[in-house]
């Protein structure tokens, strides 16, 4: 008797790890089938490792790749400019772009299902509809001008990248043998948007700023006076020339490191943390199930001083640049944004939409108050100090940086910033690595990127 009721113990304990097990994997299938399907190994929709079915296209529908199932190769756009634009969101037949369309949204373009897997009732792939304008990306790709970096223009009421170029790139219609220690492609298979960092520069005096207007009593009132350099801590914060007495507007627009510096210490390190934080830099973006890279701060590092460069966004600073396109996008959007999308849709290629995609929001990046008065000084920077001639017809406000980067003997050019208007509610990124000067040229990248953007829509 002691016998039987051991082995019904045992063979009920058996029979719910088989249930467990049997749930657990039914919970993955639903969730993950869509991976599982479309894995590499899967002969049935790949041949020598080379996805075999679908097409990507562009918001309005000019084809960026299409399978060609006669030739058993991938096809691109007829324009080599697009092809070497459109590189990081389209991908490469070898799968080495880790953001590339072929390889992260295979199963959209086989057309998988739960019901009936990977080979669907109606075969032949789908067409995969990106956010992006392949018009916008050339212009950016050729206002970079050779040179590496990246540039993100996105709606930041919903969500849609329009632009995402990272540079170096190369025409994936002719790949080149690219050697180890080719500087020339140097983090080519990177997107320089979502999956990496870089010292922010002067881009950071947007956080200090908000840091500042919030955390600091009367600041809007008060005049700072720069000598061109300050002492704060053991560390000796320069200015690239003497600033004379300054508003918190002025200071910004100027770019005043020793009144940013000042104001980061006042704040403190607890409080900085505390707003990127806010801000969302640390966390990680997801892009359509794309994880960004999360930005990183040490304000702890270097004592007083080093808070100081921190607060100027140098130090241990390091940002990405997609989340600072985001945290543009809230300023100008009164606190929040729209979540960033790289899909707009699938269909079958008859044109029949098989997949919708709705729009998300971040949570509160910036207190609406503060939203609005930090939009009016990004204003400012452009109407005294950047130049609206050089944006003409824009209603843009933005902030300039140039960042000094141990890779590279030049500094890296930022910008970054919004429109304000309503039919092109945009937001935008640039960083042009070695470019020098932040708003002469990251700024130009800008304006010809977002003069594009404006036209296409």
């Known amino acids: 008797m002691k016998k039987i009721t051991s082995r019904t113990i045992v063979c009920f304990f058996l ?21 599982w399907s479309a894995f590499s190994a899967n002969r049935h929709l790949y041949t020598n490792n080379v996805l075999n079915t679908g097409r990507i296209l562009d918001k309005k529908g000019q084809v960026l790749a299409d399978y060609d199932s006669s030739e058993n190769k991938w096809k691109y756009s007829s324009n080599a400019y697009i092809r070497k634009a459109t590189l990081h969101a389209v991908g490469d037949s070898t799968g080495m772009i880790g953001t590339g369309a072929m390889t ?67 025409d994936p219609a002719s790949p080149p043998t690219i050697e180890d220690g080719d500087e020339n492609y140097e983090g080519v298979y990177i997107n320089r948007l979502l999956s990496a960092t870089f010292i922010p ?15 600091i ?13 300050v002492t704060i801590g053991d560390q000796v914060i320069t200015c690239s020339t003497a600033h004379g007495d300054l508003t918190l507007d002025q200071a910004l627009a100027s770019s005043c490191n020793g009144v940013f510096g000042q104001l980061a210490a006042e704040v403190g390190s607890s409080q900085l943390d505390k707003y990127v934080k806010k801000a969302g830099l640390t966390d990680s973006l997801s892009v359509n ?55 707009s849709h699938t269909a079958f290629t008859e044109g029949v939409r098989t997949s919708l995609y709705l729009r998300h929001s971040t ?95």
């Open 15 to 35: 029979a719910l790890v088989l249930v467990a097990g049997t749930g657990i994997f039914t919970i993955k299938f639903f969730m993950e089938g869509d991976f």
């Open 217 to 229: 009593e009367g600041v809007e009132s008060r005049t700072f006076h720069c000598d061109g350099k």
């Open 201 to 215: 520069g002067s881009t950071f005096k947007l956080i200090t700023a908000t840091a500042a207007l919030e955390s």
């Open 289 to 343: 199930g794309i994880n960004t890279a999360k930005s990183s701060f040490d304000f702890n590092f270097g004592g007083e001083g080093g808070l100081a460069w921190s607060g100027i966004g140098q130090g241990k600073d390091l940002v990405n640049p997609c989340a600072l396109m985001v945290y543009s996008g809230a300023i100008a959007n009164g606190g929040t944004a729209a979540k960033p999308q790289i899909i």
């Open 104 to 170: 992260r949204f295979a199963d959209k373009l086989t057309g998988y299902n739960v019901i009936t897997g990977a080979k669907p009732i109606f075969p032949g792939g789908r067409d995969l509809y990106l956010t992006l304008n392949a018009d916008v990306c050339q212009a950016a790709y050729k206002a970079l001008n050779g040179h590496k970096g990246t540039v993100g223009v996105y709606n930041y009421k919903t969500g849609e990248i329009i632009c995402m170029i990272s540079s170096p790139t190369y």
């Open 363 to 457: 949570k509160e990046l910036i207190n609406p108050e503060t939203a609005v008065k930090l939009a009016s000084m990004m204003r400012n920077n452009v109407t005294s100090n950047y130049g609206q001639r050089n944006f003409p017809g824009l209603s843009i406000g933005a902030k300039s940086g140039t960042a000094q980067s141990d890779n590279s003997d030049s500094d890296n050019a930022w910008f970054t910033g919004f429109l304000q208007d309503n039919d092109h509610p945009y937001a935008f990124v640039v960083l042009v690595e070695g470019g020098g000067s932040g708003s002469k040229v990251a700024g130009k990248v800008a304006n010809t990127v977002l003069q594009a953007a404006v036209k296409a829509n």
